[in-house]
């Protein structure tokens, strides 16, 4: 990737930088100097970038470190697990999300829909993670959230 490329995500315009590393398909890592150039701009300039790191490829490049060890207050990482065991088909990936990050301090500076009333005292104080699990099954079947039955490991 270019510098230019990465130079552009100092405009306060763009809110969040998607990226695939490695990439899809051929497993290629960004470059070090790329990421160190990445991880530069965002403490200095950017530090209300988003970062949306997809790592599914990760298991193919020896040594490889993800931009979420490097920013990870700023990055949402998405791996699935079923590329690494061959059954594409089912879709079976996790979210990964430091404790401490800028979506869950953006989120609380906001009014919560009212539909996690149900689920806190203080529907504020909902984490991002918490609030993806309760949307991804409505959130007033929240407490059947997890795996399909096919996918559950026992």
Partial sequence: MPDAEIDKLADPSIKAFIMV????PPSVAMRARTLDRLVRLVRARRPDLIVVSDDVYATFVPGFRSVLARLPRNTV???SFSKYFGCTGWRLGV???HEDNILDR?????PPP???DALALDPRRLKLIDRMVADSRAVALNHTAGLSAPQQVR
């Avoid at 590393?21 to 899809?24: A, E, H």
């Fill in 21 to 24: 590393n490695p990439s899809n």
């Fill in 77 to 79: 990482c998405l791996y």
């Fill in 95 to 97: 979210v990964a999300l």
């Fill in 106 to 110: 953006a989120l609380a500076r906001r």
């Fill in 114 to 116: 009212r539909r996690y």
